[in-house]
């Protein structure tokens, strides 16, 4: 007969269950997009997002990896919510018909111009929403537009220069 005490139970009931709480997220990260794409976004269309991604939010100084980033965590929303992953391939596949092929075979006029027309869209309108969000919360993006981050734990702006602004004409 086995003898378990009862913080060694208490023990591994937690751990048991903190893996399945974190298993599927650390399954994401570890594995190749291709094993877990089946129930989400093939490569292709996770190309084109992050295509799309670039095109909304066109910013220089950025690196593709953090373009990637939000891709990925609109993939992850996408696995989790099932309408918010069939409005997300519907549109995709709406942009590739418009595009009477592959989006990602355009032009990047052509690109923009098959964006537009989508403006009007729920699929447009919860992408722009989610991408631009994702996208400005990542703080390796602060820095890159000057944005020190939250002021509260600095003290607050009023004594590091809130008034200090020379671009404002003089009285």
């Known amino acids: 007969m086995i003898k378990l005490r009862r913080r060694e139970v208490i023990r591994k009931t ?3 269950s903190s893996l399945l709480v974190v ?5 994401l990260e570890i594995l190749p997009h ?4 089946q129930n989400g976004l093939s490569e292709r269309q996770s190309k084109t997002l992050t295509g799309i991604v670039r095109c909304l939010f066109p910013h220089s100084g950025l690196d593709i990896s953090i373009y ?9 929303d996408a696995l989790a919510r099932v309408s918010f992953r069939s ?5 995709l596949e709406a942009l590739d018909k418009k595009s009477q092929g592959s989006w990602l075979d355009l032009t990047k006029e052509k690109q923009i111009e098959n964006i537009a027309a ?4 729920e699929f447009f309108k919860a992408l722009w929403q989610k ?7 990542e703080q390796e993006v602060w820095g890159k537009f000057g944005y020190e981050g939250p002021s509260y734990p ?9 008034d200090d602004i020379g671009w404002v004409p003089g009285e």
């Open 131 to 137: 991408a631009s969000y994702l996208l400005y919360q």
């Open 34 to 37: 291709s094993v877990w794409a």
């Open 154 to 162: 600095k003290g607050g702006y009023v004594s590091r220069g809130f």
């Open 118 to 121: 989508f403006e009007d869209t």
């Open 87 to 91: 409005l997300l391939l519907s549109g």
């Open 23 to 27: 298993s599927p997220t650390i399954i």
């Open 68 to 76: 990637q980033n939000v891709v990925t965590a609109i993939e992850r």
């Open 14 to 16: 937690l751990l048991g």
